[in-house]
């Protein structure tokens, strides 16, 4: 049973440029989150997907866009990179449903370099 | 307001002795989870544990278990008979039950763990 998984490991982008993230939701899941994990911070929200609509967004500026696949993959854009973007990009998959208790599950993450 | 607070920025624990890591959070909602996360240096998040608001038990997973103070609102780790493979980065987490069940998690800063010989 695949986990969560993300393409590309690492990243490497100049200022300006525009970049592409993807995440495959661990077997079974419905809902993608990600979050964005700057060096000795914990990871801070962006948005979650959940029947290929954005339901949730965090403090994220619009240069930040998602979409969710019918097979419940997701893309994260990310337009005119800034210095400070360069982070981890984490994505997390978990079910929709009642109970508080569904623990999202997270990828490797992708490490993104903005220079 | 920080909804999550870990005020341990790194602790030391020798092998094989017990380590607690705290969390304290701020919600105003009766209705939510608390996760604890472990983040070794691969990036990976792995879930630990949870406690449900109304659980009326403190969680236990293993070597894991949570004590759970309600009216002080702390979450606190404890590690029991910790290993060398322990250290990471820890994190705390909340969800919120208010509106969709789709919730997003807020985390703390983290604690880094360092377990020697």
């Known amino acids: 049973d695949a986990g969560v998984t993300q393409s590309p490991t690492h990243l490497i982008k100049t200022r300006g440029q525009q970049v592409t993230l993807r995440c495959s939701p661990k077997?079974?899941?419905?809902?993608v989150s990600w979050y964005q994990q700057a060096l000795g911070q914990g990871p801070q929200f962006i948005f979650q997907?959940?029947?290929?609509?954005?339901?949730q967004r965090g403090n994220f500026p619009d240069r930040f866009s998602g979409h969710q696949f019918p097979n419940y993959s997701s893309e994260l854009n990310v337009n005119a990179l800034l210095l400070g973007d360069s982070a981890l990009y984490l994505c997390?998959?978990?079910?929709?449903?009642?109970?508080?208790?569904?623990?999202?599950?997270f990828g490797p993450g992708t490490r993104l370099t903005v220079t | 307001a920080q909804k999550i607070t870990q005020t341990q920025p790194g602790m030391f624990v020798q092998e094989k002795e017990a380590v607690t890591l705290d969390c304290t959070y701020d919600t105003s909602d009766p209705s939510y989870g608390l996760f604890w996360y472990k983040q070794p240096s691969s990036g990976e998040m792995i879930f630990l544990i949870y406690q449900g608001s109304y659980d009326q038990q403190n969680a236990t997973e293993g070597r894991y278990s949570l004590n759970f103070q309600k009216a002080r609102k702390s979450a606190n780790l404890v590690i029991s008979a910790s290993q060398l493979g322990d250290s990471a980065m820890y994190f705390c987490a909340m969800r919120e039950g208010r509106g969709s069940t789709l919730g997003r998690l807020y985390f703390g800063r983290g604690t880094q763990l360092t377990v020697w010989p």
């Open positions: 997390a998959s978990s079910l929709a449903g009642p109970s508080l208790r569904y623990e999202q599950y």
């Open positions: 077997s079974g899941h419905d809902t």
């Open positions: 997907y959940y029947e290929e609509e954005e339901r």
